[in-house]
């Protein structure tokens, strides 16, 4: 008999949807597996205004195919002027659920990002006050700062600062990737948790340059080492409510990551819970995966659990070398692999 695991619904808590064609062909591949999404605000120009959130909401609800349930949960994009009271609005309205704090410079669409947290005090204020969300791209972007010690950089200049200035501020540490985020985010108080994609547990830096440089295992924060992975794999698995899902999946098309200058993003979306199952399953761990999918983010967020259930049925799914969005191909996470378990709906 096939081995099934029955779970609440699931969310994503850190996706890039982009807008337009690319938009609305990956839209249906997220909305396919979860219920809600924390959609990320880089677009060019970034989501700074309440007007400009509602108005890209409306145009991803338009993109879900009838019959799925999808509800896209938005954010602000932190600007080093952006003003406290719109952020207030936004929120008090039920348009952004989050800011999103981009250190400028960090990663894609980020040149308007915060230049120093210090020029965003006023809104870290208003935030801490309302109990919103903070969801940081934790690294700092100093050129002398070596691209692999980012992160553990940022812990001690800009988070433990940040929050031993304003105690109550929640923060979601996003897409961590070190030994160092880990042991942060444990050795801090209930309102500071972490996200976690599939690729920061599936590969380490290897995986981007043995062999050859290979652009699709590339994304931002970059891989580390192997001894990294295997404390995200710990801390995913854990059953710990601080940690829990947000792939990042970041469509790029497959010139514009296949070049010179390659674009950081994996696009993991459309096999995204087959993947983080595959490391629960390898860590013996299937009975964490629903806390970590679809329990611990709606409770750090303040929100309800999906009433709806999923299946995910112990059978290979293969996933496809290449997909096609927006009229361009694009290569998805595991592209050619087999993975252990598929989801059935
Ligand atoms: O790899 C990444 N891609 N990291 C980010 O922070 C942004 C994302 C994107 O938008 O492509
Ligand atoms: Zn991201």
Same mark, same amino acid.
């Given at each position: ?12 808590w ?119 969300v ?36 929640k923060?979601v ?17 209930p309102?500071?948790a ?29 891989? $580390? @080492? ?8 710990? +801390? /995913?698995?854990?059953?710990?409510p601080k &940690?829990f899902? #947000? ?49 611990h983010g709606p409770a750090f967020y303040g ?10 049925? $112990? @059978? ?8 096609? +969005? /927006? ?5 998805? &996470?595991?592209? #050619? ?9």
């Amino acid at each position: 008999m096939t081995k099934i695991l029955k779970i609440r619904r699931p969310d994503d808590w850190h996706l890039h949807f982009r807008d337009g064609d690319m938009m609305r062909d990956v839209v249906p591949y997220t909305a396919r597996q979860f219920a809600r999404a924390i959609v990320m605000p880089n677009l060019t120009p970034p989501i700074t205004t309440v007007e400009a959130g509602r108005a890209y909401r409306e145009r991803i609800r338009a993109a879900v195919p009838s019959g799925l349930a999808f509800e896209p949960l938005m954010t602000c994009y932190l600007t080093d002027n952006l003003d406290p009271e719109e952020v207030r609005r936004g929120f008090a309205e039920g348009v952004f659920t989050a800011c999103k704090l981009y250190p400028a410079g960090a990663t894609t669409n980020s040149d308007s990002g915060v230049t120093d947290v210090a020029n965003i005090r006023g809104v870290l204020e208003v935030m801490a006050d309302i109990g919103m969300v903070l969801c940081v791209h934790g690294e700092v972007t100093h050129s002398d700062i070596d691209i692999f010690d980012r992160e553990a950089v940022f812990i001690e200049q800009v988070l433990r600062p940040l929050l031993a200035d304003l105690p109550t501020l929640k923060v979601v540490f996003e897409h961590i990737t070190t030994e160092e985020a880990v042991a942060f985010v444990q050795a801090s108080g209930p309102n500071v948790a972490a996200t976690i994609t599939p690729q920061h547990l599936h590969i380490n830096r290897n995986a981007m340059l043995v062999g050859g440089m290979r652009p699709h295992n590339y994304c931002l924060p970059v891989a $580390k @080492r192997e001894k990294h992975r295997l404390a995200l794999r710990k +801390a /995913a698995t854990s059953g710990n409510p601080k &940690f829990f899902l #947000g792939t990042d999946s970041a469509p790029h098309a497959r010139h514009a990551k296949e070049s010179a200058c390659g674009c950081a993003g994996i696009f993991n979306a459309p096999f995204a819970l087959e993947s983080y199952l595959a490391v629960f399953d390898e860590e013996g761990a299937l009975d964490h995966f629903e806390g970590f999918a679809s329990l611990h983010g709606p409770a750090f967020y303040g929100l309800t659990v999906n009433a709806e259930t999923v299946t995910l049925e $112990k @059978r290979d799914c293969v996933v496809p070398e290449m997909l096609s +969005a /927006a009229g361009e191909e694009i290569v998805p &996470f595991h592209a #050619g692999q087999t993975l252990g378990w598929t989801y059935a709906g």
